[in-house]
């Protein structure tokens, strides 16, 4: 099974959860009103508002506090036009840069994502210039102490992934370490529900895009690339956002 590459251990997605997670909550809250309001507030029957939902409770999303945004979706409460809109470029070094947003002004977000780029000296390029260097992917994220590579291996192959990312180097029994288990998109939710029974300790799990390669980047290169990560996070429009970068240790 694959090794991590030093890029994914950059946990951005849960480093803004850990430090601004009200900044969060609303972003999924967003997520999850536009799902329910676009397809209907059944997550059986609506797939993109059953991901919305499984990301606030991995975010720790009080339950109140996510079937209100069910119902502001559904019952007419949100009268907002927001749309899914993708961009693309690249960040210092050659750094490839995906970034998911929902708007209710286009013009806006562009200006807003464009800015971004070029103040940590990247460019924002056309719609699929870095895009095929990433594939859709599930991704389960089992993190916790005293886990063995051989066993998470052996629970992510069994429940039907394709690929086990192992930490790099290995944790010792008592640290904690963290495992990336990749599905293909129909089956993901099926192997995530089989890994949780398992009984390991399911800590994130969502559709990503999972880069083909990775960039290298180390020095100012690589702290300017972090912070325009973190930056472009920090847009209210901004959902996700998606890099192949590698951060030499």
């Known amino acids: 099974m694959a090794k991590h590459n030093k890029w994914s251990k950059i946990k951005h ?18 997520a999850i009103t536009v799902a329910a309001k676009t397809a209907g507030p059944d997550p059986a029957s ?18 109140d506090t996510i079937e209100r945004a069910i119902q502001k979706g559904a019952g007419g409460g949100d009268t907002s036009s927001y749309e899914s809109v993708r961009y693309e470029g690249y960040a210092p070094g050659g750094v490839a840069v995906v970034v998911d947003a929902l708007t209710d002004n286009r013009t806006r977000t562009v200006a807003l994502v464009r800015e971004v780029f070029e103040e940590f000296g990247g460019n924002m390029g056309a719609s699929g210039c870095v895009g095929f260097m990433f594939q859709t992917r599930g991704r389960i994220v089992v993190s916790g102490p005293g886990l063995s590579d051989d066993r998470v291996i052996e629970a992510g192959l069994e429940a039907g992934a394709l690929d086990v990312r192992s930490p790099s180097p290995l944790p010792a029994e008592d640290e904690e370490g963290e495992w990336e288990i990749l599905t293909d998109v129909p089956s993901f939710i099926a192997v995530r529900d089989r890994v949780e029974k398992s009984g390991l300790p399911v800590t994130d799990a969502g559709i990503v895009l999972v880069p083909d390669s990775a960039t290298t980047v180390r020095g100012e290169q690589a702290q300017a690339v972090s912070d325009l990560i973190d930056s472009m996070e920090d847009l209210d429009d901004v959902q996700k956002v998606y890099t192949n970068a590698d951060f030499e240790e």
């Open 46 to 63: 609506n797939l993109t508002l059953r991901y919305a939902i499984d990301e606030a409770r991995y975010a720790n999303m009080p339950r």
């Open 13 to 30: 997605r849960k480093a803004v959860v850990d430090k601004r997670r009200g900044k969060v909550w609303t972003k999924i809250s967003k």
